[in-house]
């Protein structure tokens, strides 16, 4: 079903994960891309992002089915990018007090020996761990880069350090391409994936979209190689091992953590925090994601949202699905900002 005009020309704001995304299965799919960036790609919150692609155990909310085919889609952008920077090494998530969960879509609840084979380095393995042997991670940053380099190859412009200053409408008010300090880019629609800058960009159009600043602390560890397996969480931390020496976190306290990293793996001791860094995460009023066209706004189109990294090549898909085919894509129809 057609929701709205095809498009042939496309102006992308914002280069972090979810413009990336959009730029390039937007170019793939024969459209004329320009994706204009304030900074260089992934200098957003994206570059902070812990970027667990995790989308086993969701059961509820409005986006639950597009949660659920994350990691799918990220398999199939594999495929289509060799060199995607995607580890694939399942996640075990526990807590110290009450019982095991139930099993959600995608997970299996395990016995301490099953987590002790999975992650050799525990100390102590808890009696239960829920195991989602379909999660992955990915170098955020690197992911950009390659979904950048892919939509240049097929046709798209990319112009960086130019912060976008207002979007144009024309004398109907439709909305027809962006302006910076130094140019006037035009194209048949628009899209804002410019993370939390996206309420100010759409804010002048007579357009609220509800998103605001959540902060959230990266850490970063030097750390002994194979320490740590798989992506690991509990109420301490989620953590994962990025390279040979190296460990990151998204958690409260510098020192709580690297304290709880010790008491949790043999081997810690020489583990040393490198970095902290706060990332400020785009979150919807109501935690869904906002991604479709705006009716008061014709040629708008928002792409914002949480946990962005996860739904990144899933929702780059569907929105190039939508705006070049005209369709009206299932997966995100719980996700429009007219809910609001
Ligand atoms: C500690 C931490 C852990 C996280 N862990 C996970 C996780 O495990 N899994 C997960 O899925 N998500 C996670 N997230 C959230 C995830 O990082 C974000 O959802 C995601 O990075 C948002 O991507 P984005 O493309 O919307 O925004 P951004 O990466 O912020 O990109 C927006 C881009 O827009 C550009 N921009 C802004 N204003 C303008 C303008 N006026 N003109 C032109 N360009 C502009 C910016 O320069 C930026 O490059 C985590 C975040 C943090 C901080």
Redesign the pocket.
């Known amino acids: 079903m057609s929701n709205q005009p095809r498009i042939s020309s496309l102006v992308v704001?914002?280069?972090?994960?979810?413009?990336?995304s959009v730029a390039y299965h937007a170019a793939r799919a024969g459209a004329a891309v320009t994706l204009?960036?304030?900074?260089?790609?992934?200098?957003?919150?994206?570059?902070?992002?812990?970027?667990?692609?995790?989308s086993a155990g969701v059961r509820t909310g409005a986006a639950a089915e597009l949660r659920v085919a994350a990691t799918d889609e990220y398999r199939r952008l594999q495929g289509e990018l060799p060199g995607l920077p995607v580890t694939w090494a399942g996640s075990l998530s526990w807590r110290r007090e009450g019982s095991a969960p139930e099993a959600g879509p995608g997970e299996e609840i395990i016995d301490g020996a099953a987590v002790a084979a999975l992650e050799p380095n525990l100390r102590q393995a808890p009696d239960w761990a829920v195991w989602a042997a379909g999660d992955g991670g990915v170098d955020?940053v690197g992911a950009i880069d390659r979904m950048i380099a892919a939509a240049r190859d097929l046709g798209a412009r990319v112009q960086l350090d130019?912060?976008?200053?207002a979007v144009r409408r024309d004398a109907t008010g439709r909305v027809v391409g962006v302006e910076?300090a130094t140019d006037s880019i035009s194209g048949d629609a628009v899209v804002l994936?410019?993370?939390?800058?996206t309420a100010?960009?759409a804010a002048p159009l007579g357009v609220e979209v509800p998103v605001a600043p959540s902060?959230?602390?990266?850490f970063r560890f030097r750390a002994p190689a194979g320490l740590v397996g798989r992506i690991v969480t509990t109420e301490d931390f989620?953590l994962r091992q990025i390279a040979d020496d190296r460990l990151i976190a998204?958690a409260d306290s510098p020192e709580r953590t690297l304290a709880a990293i010790r008491s949790t793996f043999r081997g810690a001791d020489g583990v040393d925090l490198l970095s902290a860094r706060?990332?400020?995460?785009?979150m919807p009023a109501d935690g869904e994601p906002i991604i479709g066209p705006v009716a008061e706004a014709p040629g708008l189109y928002v792409?914002?949202?949480?946990?962005?990294?996860?739904?990144?090549a899933a929702v780059g898909r569907l929105v190039a699905q939508e705006l070049i085919e005209g369709t009206d894509e299932p997966l995100l129809a719980g996700c429009r900002l007219d809910r609001f």
Do not use: E, K, Y
Not at 162 to 165: E, L, N
Not at 193 to 197: E, F, I, L, S
Not at 215 to 218: E, M
């Open positions: 704001v914002g280069a972090g994960i979810v413009g990336a204009v960036d304030a900074g260089q790609p992934g200098g957003g919150v994206t570059t902070n992002s812990f970027a667990w692609i995790g955020p130019a912060p976008v200053t910076t994936a410019a993370g939390v800058a100010d960009l902060p959230a602390t990266l989620d998204a706060v990332g400020a995460r785009p792409a914002v949202m949480h946990a962005a990294v996860t739904l990144g």
